[in-house]
């Protein structure tokens, strides 16, 4: 089967498939599916013969769902089971924010909310709560951020697994999930009376790279002048200690955060406002670093010079893996954008989508 | 009887359309049971993805979700401990919270 470029769009109104050939020309739309029920997140999950497309389904009335697709999203049904905590665990699942693909073919993992990791090994058929994590003994420390308290960040690198919690910060295990330890050397936290807390950071997302062991980059919770240049992280020791790169930036407040496909010292951002969490100015662009941090260039070609006040959220950024890669952002507003060429000039791609919440994409 | 000790009514659920996909789209489901409580007990046990609908993992119920108990929403008949009688009919509905989303 000829591969195509799959974008998988959860939105506050249900999932969206667009897909286009490899040259990303045109890209159809089909949805939504879940209709009228928010999507945080999704997954195109492209380890099998035939890829699958995941997406958490949170419908505020009646529960959870994990829906699957097997045809690249020309269709969707339901797993045979959400997570969900045990009875006498006192909890009851309130979101799903991140699924992410596991070691094995079927592994699966998700993020919930109250904060927790469950794990499934066959495809999120069933699910098992991660007590590593989701346990932990800060668990009852923890706080809601503003999206709720969530894990919305899982990275595996061999044994170690990462996650990122809001408010809690980010937890490393080196035992493949069995236990976890607060490692936030280095990560701020504005409102909290102590500035480098053990835990219970805003850690907003965190992305790794296949070809640098070890290096993190973190978009934490910044925006605040008594803590200058939290916001944007990185870590050169597995995520044991962060410093900050935000120098150059219009602000080191944003959501997502995106590594380059092939370049481990090229990493993106989308500066908000702090207070707003609107695009400084009006003005929107995503920034760009090729040299790990050290210095930043405004990408916004094609994008508005004024008049712009959306806000990108932690998922709803992504990259795909062709040689020159295009970047992938949704606005609140509703509106996808292309970045061609890393990031140099951007496209509409769809201007009137319900508010988007995240953006996965790769070719299937 | 499913329920030893206590007179067990037959009961119409009504389901909502809304809810309808989590019981293989039925709009009445028939159950016996004595009171309200009961009948989540019976819905646990017979239409399990309908009563995570209606209740979360903990047994809570869910906040948007109203049970009404004929014309009369449950809080108005003593809740959870309400009694039922044989014909009545027990409405699952979502709440009216619109708005923010």
């Known amino acids: ?364 | 009887m499913p329920f030893p000790g206590s007179p067990a009514a037959d009961i119409t659920v009504a389901v909502s359309s809304p809810l309808r996909d989590f019981c293989g789209g039925e709009a009445e489901i028939r159950v016996r049971a004595p009171d309200l409580r009961a009948l989540l007990v019976e819905l646990e046990r017979s239409q399990p993805r309908l009563h995570r609908a209606i209740c979360d993992e903990t047994g809570r119920m869910r906040r948007h979700v109203n049970l009404f108990i004929n014309e009369l929403h449950m809080s108005e008949r003593g809740g959870l401990d309400a009694t039922l009688a044989p014909g009545d009919v027990v409405t699952i509905l979502p709440a009216v919270s619109g708005g923010k989303t």
Request: aromatic content about 10%; some cysteine.
């Open chain 1, 1 to 364: 089967m000829t591969e195509r470029m799959i974008l998988s769009i959860g939105t506050k109104k249900g999932l969206f498939v667009a897909e286009a050939s490899r040259t990303r020309g045109r890209f159809s739309l089909r949805g939504p599916f879940g209709s009228g029920v928010a999507v945080y997140s999704t997954l195109v999950d492209v380890r099998g013969a035939s890829a699958r497309i995941y997406a958490s389904s949170c419908n505020a009335f009646f529960g959870m769902k994990v829906l699957v697709s097997t045809d690249r999203g020309k269709s969707f049904k339901e797993t045979k089971s959400p997570p969900a905590f045990p009875k006498d665990d006192g909890r009851a699942l309130a979101n799903i924010w991140s699924l992410e693909a596991g070691a094995a073919k079927k592994d699966l993992w998700a993020g919930v909310e109250p904060a927790a990791l469950f794990h499934s090994d066959d495809g999120g058929d069933s699910w098992e709560k991660v007590a590593g994590i989701s346990d932990h003994e800060h668990a009852s420390k923890w706080k809601p951020g503003a999206g709720g308290m969530c894990l919305h960040t899982i990275l595996r690198d061999g044994k170690r697994v990462h996650v990122g919690i809001s408010t809690g910060g980010h937890y490393l295990s080196e035992d493949g999930g069995l236990s976890f330890a607060p490692s936030n050397e280095g990560i701020g936290s504005a409102w909290n009376p102590v500035s480098y807390p053990e835990f219970g950071q805003c850690v907003h997302k965190i992305v790794g790279h296949k070809d640098a062991p070890g290096r993190f980059y973190m978009q934490n919770h910044g925006g605040d002048p008594k803590l200058p240049g939290i916001g944007v992280l990185r870590s050169d020791d597995h995520g044991r200690s962060w410093r900050s790169i935000a120098k150059g930036l219009p602000s080191d407040f944003g959501f997502p955060i995106v590594a380059h496909p092939h370049d481990p010292d090229t990493v993106y951002v989308m500066p908000l406002e702090g207070v707003t969490r609107t695009c400084p100015g009006g003005s929107p662009g995503v920034w760009r670093s090729e040299n790990g941090g050290g210095s930043w260039k405004k990408l916004a070609r094609g994008l508005p010079k004024k008049e712009s006040f959306f806000t990108v959220l932690r998922d709803a950024m992504a990259i795909d893996d062709l040689s020159s890669p295009a970047l992938y952002f949704g606005t609140t507003t509703g509106q996808l954008w292309i970045g061609r060429d890393g990031g140099e000039k951007w496209e509409r791609l769809f201007e009137s989508l319900p508010p988007i919440n995240c953006v996965k994409v790769a070719q299937a």
